[in-house]
């Protein structure tokens, strides 16, 4: 088993307007919690993935997918419920974290693979293939702020997909660079699932969602609508959506 | 996920060379700001007490110096960790990152920048005429027991300094008024005794003397009193991480 989640419930609460006078600021600590709205971003999901599984998450805007990532990967606490995660785990939901901009493409190398869970000396063993895959070899010792968007993203998803987890967790990131880069990151993902490694990933692409999963779950107003097969969810989420 | 020990020393060593090179990035003298801020003040100060204000304290500048040395390392690192899990969101965000070591990360950096202004005071004491004492040796001693409350505070503050950002302007007058309760520029032997049994509660009180006790005057220092502000700080320290885990689901959805 690799991720569980079990009857997860995330609720934030959104905040009603600021008040403009003193006298409806008071008015707003008298009646405290009743100017600000419950909404639930997940009610009651509960799903569990086996190791070497590939689970791809459908669902519209705001259908709390990226919620559900964040809790599997323990940012924040679960409003009810518990979400639990095994092995080493990367997770690309922001890119290009710990980058600095006036330090070289090297120096933030080293920070972002560091802080994702490599070794000092296991990044020394890779440093010549991550830049390779991220096409920057020329520029790697220039300020970060020369470079490039797209090369900024390359280098952060070379990095992302070197660590090689046991668990990779997407979010919606694979749209990186031009098409022969994102031709080279399906295929590292591809090659990842052929070593029977643990896949989760939030994508809008449902031709993605049939490509590198077998299972799929859609995601609706923070609850789960259907879970199974990725061709049989895939085909339904498009034509309830259309 | 499981983490060695070897890990967080990496990411220690990562981080903390980061915070360097981002400190002086662009700056002409680079590093030697770490020795020529701490001068600046030590100027200032001597030129205010031997000059304006005279206070007849014997070997003045390396007097402060050796005060003003392990005041900074402290104020700087607790300081910046009010604001270090704001300033570094991102690493705050990512999954699995282990967060208490930012505010450890400021106090490393900090204390580098300590252990590179030293030699300046070994200069300071040799200039004055002053001979450097084997006593020096014992000097880590202190650092341990400096490094563990200055830490404790810092991890206290950076949970704290996220969640009520007022923290960070309170932290700039409290430490205005922590640096006078200080004996940094003035000397408790001459605080009317009534009022110098207050300061001596002071952690920074303990380790500035044992500071000029090693350095200054070659003696030993007051080991019951290090004793005593260790335990103090271990507990503070245990005090602090089990706050900043109970805060942390909270902060990472707030930064």
């Known amino acids: 088993m690799s991720i569980i989640v079990e009857q997860l419930s995330k609720r934030y609460w959104l905040q009603g307007p600021s008040p403009r006078t003193f006298q409806q600021a008071l008015a707003q600590a008298i009646g405290a919690l009743r100017h600000s709205t419950p909404f639930w971003a997940l009610r009651d999901v509960s799903f569990r993935v086996e190791a070497g599984e590939s689970v791809g998450i459908v669902g519209p805007n705001g259908a709390g997918k990226s919620t559900l990532l964040r809790l599997i990967c323990g940012l924040g606490r679960p409003t009810g419920g518990c979400a639990r995660i095994e092995g080493r785990v990367t997770a690309l939901l922001e890119l290009g974290v710990g980058f600095h901009p006036h330090l070289t493409g090297r120096e933030n190398l080293y920070v972002s693979a560091i802080v994702s869970g490599l070794r000092r000396a296991e990044i020394d063993a890779r440093l010549n293939d991550i830049v390779r895959f991220a096409e920057i070899e020329e520029f790697i010792d220039q300020p970060l702020r020369t470079f490039s968007s797209g090369m900024q993203m390359r280098l952060a998803f070379s990095v992302a997909v070197h660590v090689d987890p046991d668990v990779l967790i997407v979010d919606e990131v694979l749209a990186v660079g031009d098409a022969h880069f994102q031709q080279k990151c399906v295929e590292r993902i591809a090659g990842f699932q052929h070593s029977s490694k643990t896949l989760l990933i939030v994508s809008h692409d449902m031709a993605m969602i049939r490509r590198f999963c077998s299972r799929a779950i859609w995601l609706q107003h923070g609850e789960v609508v259907a879970d199974g097969p990725a061709d049989q969810v895939t085909a339904a989420y498009e034509a309830g959506e259309a | ?255």
């Open chain 2, 1 to 255: 996920m499981p983490r060695s020990l070897g890990y967080f020393l990496d990411v220690m060593a990562t981080l903390v060379g980061r915070e360097l090179r981002i400190r002086y990035k662009g700056s002409l003298l680079g590093l030697l700001w770490a020795i020529l801020s701490p001068l600046g003040t030590v100027f200032i100060l001597h030129f205010l007490f031997t000059r304006v204000l005279p206070l007849n304290i014997p070997h003045y500048a390396a007097f402060i110096y050796s005060g003003l040395l392990p005041w900074t390392w402290f104020q700087a690192a607790v300081q910046t960790s009010a604001a270090t899990l704001i300033d570094n969101r991102d690493l705050v965000r990512k999954p699995f990152f282990p967060r208490p070591l930012l505010p450890a990360v400021v106090t490393g950096t900090n204390f580098i920048l300590y252990l590179l202004a030293l030699p300046v005071l070994l200069a300071i004491l040799v200039v004055e005429g002053l001979t450097l004492s084997p006593a020096l040796a014992l000097l880590p001693l202190v650092w341990l027991v400096q490094a563990i409350f200055t830490l404790a505070c810092a991890v206290l503050f950076a949970a704290l300094g996220v969640l009520i950002r007022d923290v960070q302007h309170l932290l700039g007058v409290g430490m205005l008024l922590w640096f006078y309760l200080t004996p940094i520029f003035y000397d408790l032997d001459r605080v009317a005794p009534a009022q110098a049994r207050w300061l001596m509660l002071n952690p920074m009180t303990v380790f500035v003397r044992a500071h000029r006790a090693l350095v200054l005057y070659g003696q030993m220092p007051d080991w019951g009193a290090l004793g005593i502000t260790l335990l103090m700080g271990l507990a503070l320290l245990g005090a602090s991480l089990v706050i900043f885990r109970a805060l942390e689901d909270m902060f990472v959805e707030v930064v």
